[in-house]
Nanobody, 126 residues
Framework: QVHLVESGGGLVRAGESLRLSCVAS????????MGWYRQGSGNQRELVAA???????EYAASVKGRFTISKDNAKNTMYLQMNNLKPEDTDVYFC????????????????????WGQGTQVTVSS
């Protein structure tokens, strides 16, 4: 299991920028999917951005063109650059890292590791 710690949240005005960081306790080179979520108004967290092992990325429509997800393997850190922030971006942001590992056994098995950070508050004033 990987321990994740987010930072970089804060209070900014609309149009300003923030960069969130997510530092992992171990290597992130074998992480297959990493992403940023925000809590939203419902019970289910909303995916904001995801970065896949092959380098491709996915963004929620509401942030596309404004947010950029990236990583630095040497620092075991994932980032979310948030530009042109809007009041509706106000939320608690969580980082997530997922990997699956094959256990050769016997018997063979697949172990899933889905790790979360504690969250960082982002508040955007109008």
């Amino acid at each position: 299991q990987v321990h994740l710690v987010e930072s970089g949240g804060g209070l900014v005005r609309a149009g300003e920028s923030l960069r969130l960081s997510c530092v992992a306790s171990g290597t992130i080179e074998n992480i297959q999917i990493m992403g940023w979520y925000r809590q939203g108004s419902g019970n289910q967290r909303e995916l904001v951005a995801a970065l896949l092992e092959d380098g491709s990325s996915e963004y929620a429509a509401s942030v596309k063109g404004r947010f950029t997800i990236s990583k630095d393997n040497a620092k075991n850190t994932m980032y979310l650059q948030m530009n042109n922030l809007k009041p509706e971006d106000t939320d608690v942001y969580f980082c997530n890292m997922y990997r699956a590992v094959i256990v050769h056994g016997p018997p063979p098995d697949i172990r899933h590791f889905n790790d979360w950070g504690q969250g960082t508050q982002v508040t955007v004033s109008s």
